[in-house]
């Protein structure tokens, strides 16, 4: 079955870059999701990425989707304290319906 | 626009006792999926279901769990005779009826078992 992994913990600056990976192993669906949940929070769609794009950018955000090596990145630019949190990259799994989670990336922001 | 409302937020039940967890999707939505995301874990695909369906219930246990989607009302997850293990946050999401994937999750209930 689908298989999605992510690093489990990131620290970074405040005003710095952040980057989060994901690796899938497979998926034939046309998007692929972020979303960031806050402590004790629900998930909040943070951005997605049609499967036939290689990059997609919104504000401070930018997905990366190296399709060839099943690799989605998510980065933050000027990270913010109030980016703290965790961040899912979820890849539908045959075409629709489940979510396939990764464990999801703890990103620190230090100020 | 009100999104997913999932309640109650939290809830507290003794092993042996049942849980009922109510979801009312996005206004239009008719796609209705649930998740559980035990402590320090990713979420975990539960069940999907439409109006009067189960679609895929490959993620749910084989017992005490079951799952609906009236035609009228909200979806219910119910939990029969829960144990310390169904202690988890359980969300649900709802998709657009016209066949595109992006779902959008409620703020959960965290059911505590004593």
């Known amino acids: 079955g689908e298989d999605v992994e992510q690093s489990l913990f990131l620290s970074v600056r405040e005003g710095d870059s952040s980057v989060i990976n994901c690796t899938y192993t497979?998926?034939?669906?046309?998007?692929l999701y972020w979303y960031k949940q806050e402590p004790g929070a629900g998930l909040q769609l943070l951005t997605y990425?049609?499967?036939?794009?290689d990059m997609k950018q919104d504000q401070r955000l930018t997905v990366l989707l190296n399709k060839k090596d099943k690799h989605l990145s998510l980065r933050i630019a000027d990270t913010q304290t109030g980016d703290s949190a965790i961040y899912f990259c979820?890849?539908?799994?045959?075409?629709?319906?489940?979510?396939?989670f990764g464990q999801g990336t703890e990103l620190s922001v230090k100020p | 626009n009100a999104g997913v409302m999932q309640n109650p937020r939290h809830l507290v039940r003794r092993r042996g006792q049942e849980a009922r967890l109510r979801c009312s999707p996005v206004?239009?939505?008719?796609?209705v999926y649930w998740y559980r995301q035990l402590p320090e874990e990713g979420l975990k695909f539960m069940v999907y279901?439409?109006?009067?369906?189960?679609?895929?219930e490959s993620g749910m246990p084989k017992e005490r769990f079951s799952a609906e989607f009236p035609k009228e009302g909200p979806s219910i997850l119910r939990i029969q005779q829960v144990v310390r293990g169904d202690s988890a946050a359980y969300f649900c999401?709802?998709?657009?009826?016209?066949?595109?994937?992006?779902?959008?999750f409620g703020p959960g209930t965290r059911l505590t078992v004593l």
């Open positions: 999401a709802s998709s657009p009826s016209d066949g595109t994937d992006t779902q959008y």
């Open positions: 497979d998926s034939s669906s046309t998007y």
């Open positions: 990425i049609f499967s036939n794009m």
């Open positions: 979820a890849v539908p799994y045959n075409q629709g319906g489940k979510l396939i």
């Open positions: 206004k239009g939505h008719s796609h």
């Open positions: 279901l439409q109006k009067e369906n189960i679609i895929d």
